[in-house]
């Protein structure tokens, strides 16, 4: 897809329909000198040189890669207009867009009614989730596993609600015998579960925690902020997911799922979901200003955030046209990146060079160099050396680390040495479908400098 051609097209669309409306003169305070806005625009296009390649398959990092194309210039023609979507005069088109883009996830997650927005971010999504249980179950805790994302500590912090860590299991996963002896306590009125943890890309037992929240009158949110697209691949076949947690999904009282992460969009572009529309209820406020388009509840009305982007909802209206929510669709994205994470870990089960921390449940690969002495400490500095050599080498590979504790690391690999509380891991996020093609690459690339910190050849990095 030419973006030039099309950035072009979006840029004529708006223009052709501002003409419309008479010519006036852009005030003489707005004009830049061209000469000066090059000289600008040189110096940014070079500070941006300072990234690292988040495009490309040699970057296998952190959870970040550019938007979809599609995403950009569908983002572009509503941005030139800037509709706000915190109510329905902000900009009706792209609120309208909003509601059937939601709908579109409704319907992916197994939701037969909901009341849902997009939101800024992941972050917020979770927070209006938290805010909703707070007020569904005031005075009772709430349940997070010990991987989830440290936002739901966070939040419950600013809400004043307590929180209650369930352990984990040797999978990363939230641990059903743990949680079984917390709501046997009472505390508990809300359980989050995690489809996708951000550390190892996790799938809780969302099937079993659903009735055991049940059982003791919990209500359930699930953070599907990284994980839930995944939801296409549910049941699959071969490139596909074990069905039953993301069955769950539909019977759960809110999602969080971010279109930022795995729906192609750029950051911005998060989103809630919950199962009973009357929550909306707790929403209700007074705005010193009249909303005089529609009579019944508008974004504004069901969000927490004010202003937001009306070009998200465009730029998510526009990428779910193109590829929609279907296994064909983005499903077909998503299952390449299964596919490489499958693959990359099955060669380094099979080479000696790296050890697997644990069996991907998604597209995330963890590992650690292959020590003659595997002691934690070791293996932490082998793996900070490594990230920072792969960096800077030629020919460079882009990965991260994750710190894993003791606990979590002797679950996994009893003969590791404990002589430290943690130990950084190498970790991978294959975001890119291109990555099934590199990962033979990616792997002589990471399985050759773990040879060379075997043999202590890398640079220490400084601490
Ligand atoms: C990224 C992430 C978040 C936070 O979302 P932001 O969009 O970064 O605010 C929350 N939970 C999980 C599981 C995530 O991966």
Same mark, same amino acid.
């Given at each position: 897809m030419n973006i030039r051609e099309w950035a072009a097209y979006a840029v004529d669309a708006v223009a052709a329909w501002?003409?419309?409306w008479g010519d006036y003169q852009p005030h003489p305070s707005l004009a830049v000198d061209p000469d000066a806005l090059a000289r600008g625009l040189a110096e940014l296009s070079e500070r941006l040189t300072g990234n690292y390649p988040f495009f490309h398959p040699r970057y296998a990092g952190q959870m970040i890669k550019p938007p979809h194309p599609v995403a950009v210039v569908g983002y572009l023609a509503a941005m030139l207009i800037n509709p706000n979507n915190h109510a329905l005069d902000g900009g009706p088109p792209t609120a309208v867009m909003e509601r059937e883009a939601v709908d579109a996830l409704a319907r992916m997650l197994g939701f037969e009614v909901h009341l849902g927005h997009l939101t800024s971010s992941?972050?917020?999504?979770?927070?209006?989730?938290?805010?909703?249980?707070?007020?569904?179950?005031?005075?009772?805790?709430?349940?997070i596993g010990a991987d989830s994302h440290y936002t739901h500590a966070r939040m419950s912090h600013l809400l004043g609600v307590p929180t209650r860590s369930v352990? $984990?299991?040797? !999978?990363?996963?939230?641990?059903?015998?743990?949680?079984?002896?917390?709501?046997?306590?009472?505390?508990?009125?809300?359980?989050?579960?995690t489809l996708g943890t951000t550390s190892l890309g996790a799938i809780d037992p969302l099937d079993a925690i659903l009735p055991l929240a049940r059982s003791?009158?919990?209500r359930v949110h699930v953070d599907a902020a990284y994980g839930?697209?995944?939801?296409?691949?549910?049941?699959?076949?071969?490139?596909?997911?074990d069905p039953a947690p993301w069955r769950a999904l539909a019977e759960c009282d809110s999602v969080a799922i971010d279109p930022h992460k795995h729906g192609l969009q750029p950051y911005g572009c998060g989103a809630v979901l919950f199962r009973d529309p009357a929550v909306g209820?707790?929403?209700?406020?007074?705005?010193?200003?009249?909303?005089?388009?529609?009579?019944?509840?508008?974004?504004?009305?069901?969000?927490?955030?004010?202003?937001?982007?009306?070009?998200?909802?465009?730029?998510?209206?526009?990428?779910?046209?193109?590829?929609?929510?279907? =296994?064909?669709g983005l499903g077909a994205v998503l299952a390449a990146?299964?596919?490489?994470?499958?693959?990359?870990?099955?060669?380094?089960?099979?080479?000696?060079?790296?050890?697997?921390?644990?069996?991907?449940?998604?597209?995330?690969?963890?590992?650690?160099?292959?020590?003659?002495?595997?002691?934690?400490?070791?293996?932490? $500095?082998?793996? $900070?050396?490594?990230?920072?050599?792969?960096?800077?080498?030629?020919?460079?590979?882009?990965?991260?680390?994750?710190?894993?504790?003791?606990?979590?690391?002797?679950? !996994?690999?009893?003969?590791?040495i404990d002589d430290a509380a943690s130990a950084r891991i190498l970790r991978s996020a294959l975001?890119?479908?291109?990555?099934?093609?590199? =990962?033979t690459w990616l792997h002589d690339r990471v399985a050759g400098l773990a040879a060379q910190a075997r043999a202590g050849a890398l640079p220490r990095p400084r601490p």
């Open positions: 501002q003409a419309n992941g972050t917020i999504a979770n927070l209006e989730a938290l805010f909703v249980a707070r007020e569904t179950h005031p005075g009772r805790a709430i349940a352990p $984990a299991d040797a !999978r990363g996963r939230m641990d059903l015998d743990a949680l079984a002896e917390l709501l046997a306590g009472g505390e508990v009125g809300t359980v989050v579960a003791h009158g919990a839930g697209f995944y939801a296409l691949l549910a049941g699959a076949g071969p490139d596909g997911l209820r707790f929403y209700r406020h007074d705005s010193p200003y009249t909303y005089f388009t529609s009579g019944e509840l508008h974004l504004g009305e069901i969000s927490l955030e004010c202003s937001r982007a009306g070009a998200a909802a465009a730029a998510l209206w526009l990428t779910q046209r193109l590829l929609p929510l279907t =296994v064909d990146n299964l596919r490489a994470a499958r693959a990359w870990a099955r060669r380094i089960e099979t080479t000696g060079a790296l050890t697997l921390y644990q069996p991907p449940q998604l597209d995330i690969v963890t590992c650690y160099p292959t020590l003659d002495r595997p002691a934690m400490t070791a293996i932490d $500095a082998a793996s $900070a050396a490594i990230l920072h050599a792969g960096m800077s080498e030629a020919d460079p590979v882009f990965l991260s680390t994750l710190r894993a504790t003791r606990a979590a690391l002797r679950q !996994r690999h009893p003969s590791v975001m890119k479908p291109e990555s099934e093609t590199w =990962v």
